[in-house]
């Protein structure tokens, strides 16, 4: 076998030139991705470190909707969606559900009454392995539609030092800013804390893509709507929601329908804070049942990041620019708190990386 001839003095110096440009643009790329040559650019750390500011850090807890309550039940399947999605979940049967109920804020110890707003995540695992997970709230309309303005709406919202409340005037400024938060203020200012995780509504807020068989798509938003009746009690203490849940599910099996809505050619899907004419086409697609309860601090909800974007063949995110934001700032949470708690005193449990299927 014939030897390569030597390399010239001029070779050698191109390869290590080239070599060089080759990882400069690699460090340059990454130094892109994580914000270090664009500070002002916003990144998921940049808005899960806001989060933080507004809050403070309570190490092991999600960095949003910290207080929470894990669940467990199923959804039953009429197949009435099933025409519309090629997911697994919508044929008729049952499909295991791993939920939180939780109230938006990074404390954890935050009394129920300091917010308005419930929420509810889902986790349902089809039979052949594929997930769905959605997060869902009890308002029908987002405050803002781009992740940028929510980010700004933060700002506004961190407390001054000087009073450990946020400045209203620096609220008011931002709402002023952004005239398309009209839809939610009319809804916040009639809403009420309720005492019950089990009387609310929740709704999806982002649009997303139904795929049928045929690959045809069809814009879709969902909402969970209870069978409880209406809330009427009297919430006492600080942790009533958990209560009360946990004394309704001791009854009995609490129980949501899950409405899709189909959207009008022209209807936006890429506006959280714009709601859908009434008159859209609405599928009863079947019955969330839940059926148990655990503390978050030791229930299967714990090490479960909501993505949104974990979706089975059938449903397809859309254009709403929230979604990627949403899923990288949940991922971000995810890493923080579950490298925290493998250094909290008394913690044995070695966390992992959630399965993304």
């Known amino acids: 076998m014939q030897a390569s001839p030597p390399l010239s003095g001029s070779s050698i110096v191109l390869r290590f030139a080239l070599i060089a440009a080759i990882l400069l643009i690699t460090v340059l790329a990454l130094g892109y991705v994580g914000g270090w040559l664009a500070p002002q650019r916003l990144t998921a750390q940049r808005m899960v470190n806001q989060l933080q500011a507004n809050a403070g850090v309570f190490p092991g807890f999600r960095r949003n909707h910290a207080k929470g309550v894990c669940v467990a039940g199923y959804f039953d399947s009429n197949g009435q969606a099933q025409p519309y999605s090629a997911a697994q979940v919508f044929a008729p049967g049952r499909t ?40 869902m709230n009890s308002m029908p309309v987002f405050p803002v539609s781009t992740p940028q303005a929510f980010f700004e709406q933060l700002q506004a919202q961190q407390p001054d030092p000087a009073t450990g409340k946020p400045n209203p005037a620096k609220v008011a400024a931002f709402f002023a800013a ?84 189909l959207a009008n050619p022209g209807d936006p899907t890429d506006d959280a804070t714009k709601a859908w ?74 966390h992992t990386q959630p399965e993304i299927k």
């Open 96 to 135: 295991p559900v791993v939920g939180r109920f939780a109230i938006p804020g990074g404390n954890p110890y935050a009394p129920d009454s300091s917010v308005p707003i419930r929420s509810m995540a889902l986790r349902f695992t089809q039979a052949n392995g594929l997930q769905w997970r959605t997060g």
């Open 178 to 261: 952004h005239p398309e938060t009209a839809s939610f203020l009319a809804w916040i200012k009639a809403a009420k804390p309720s005492s019950s995780f089990a009387t609310e509504g929740y709704w999806s807020l982002n649009a997303f893509v139904f795929v049928d068989a045929s690959g045809a798509r069809h814009a879709v938003r969902w909402r969970m709507v209870p069978e409880a009746n209406a809330d009427t009690s009297t919430a006492q203490g600080a942790d009533y929601l958990d209560a009360d849940l946990t004394q309704r599910l001791a009854q009995s099996p609490q129980r949501w329908h899950l409405m899709v809505t």
């Open 277 to 350: 004419p009434s008159d859209r086409r609405d599928i009863d697609a079947g019955t969330l049942v839940l059926t148990s309860t655990e503390p978050q601090e030791s229930g299967a909800c714990r090490d479960i990041n909501y993505d949104p974007l974990v979706l089975p063949n059938g449903i397809a995110a859309s254009d709403d620019p929230l979604l990627p934001a949403r899923s990288a700032a949940y991922a971000t949470s995810y890493l923080r708190r579950t490298s925290e708690e493998a250094h909290l005193p008394g913690t044995a449990v070695a």
